[in-house]
């Protein structure tokens, strides 16, 4: 599984209202009004188009769903706050779940990918994407503790993920630096490359495997 990203979320101010939730006395899932929130897939929308698409978008980022699919593309729209959504009880909503079980999140596109990965032993590529501060560094590290947290538990293997996870705040270190519009805009393109092995049919080996390239001066 790799994952690209060429930016950093500025998470500084909180915009909306905390997201709602209905217990369905199994999983924990996201409370839609019809016609109220927009569409989760964009594809359904009745007319295609730039007007269309900003109400849609407008529409669930009101009600705070900040992703919406484009068929298999996943758009977020930076809330420029922690709405909540991430996290172990997430991840165990979406994980072994296909993508139209349950609302768009990055956590499906992240399932998606190692599961196809897994099941057709084939590699599998996430291109994270947006403008200065759209949260495409953000979004990357929630696909790598999505990976992180259901593949193997080998005392070993948890100490190398950490170890991948960890890493990113010294890259930053040494290449974000203050713009216009993002207080903490990474200058440089990130490459993370996670390679599995396969042992007994499962996958769970994490091999580092970091490469970063300077954008931007």
Do not use: W
């Amino acid at each position: 599984v790799s994952t690209q990203s060429t930016g950093r979320s500025n998470q500084t101010t909180k915009m909306g209202r905390k997201d709602k939730f209905v217990d369905d006395g199994a999983d924990e899932v996201f409370k839609s009004k019809k016609g109220q929130n927009g569409v989760d897939d964009m594809v359904m929308l009745t007319k295609v188009d730039e007007s269309h698409v900003v109400e849609n978008l407008k529409k669930r980022y009101d009600a705070n769903m900040i992703y919406t699919n484009i068929g298999p593309v996943l758009l977020s729209v930076n809330p420029y706050t922690d709405l909540g959504i991430t996290g172990q009880d997430y991840i165990l909503m979406y994980q072994h779940k296909q993508r139209h079980e349950n609302p768009p999140h990055v956590y499906a596109l992240a399932e998606e990918t190692y599961r196809t990965m897994r099941s057709e032993r084939e590699n599998q590529c996430c291109i994270i994407s947006g403008e200065s501060g759209a949260g495409k560094t953000v979004a990357a590290k929630h696909i790598m503790g999505y990976v992180a947290a259901v593949s193997g538990k080998d005392p070993k293997i948890e100490y190398v993920k950490s170890v991948i996870l960890d890493s990113n705040p010294v890259l930053e270190a040494f290449g974000n630096a203050k713009t216009l519009r993002n207080d903490n805009s990474s200058r440089f393109g990130k490459y993370f490359q996670i390679q599995f092995d396969s042992k007994n049919g499962e996958i769970g080996c994490f091999e580092k495997g970091i490469r970063s390239v300077l954008l931007t001066h």
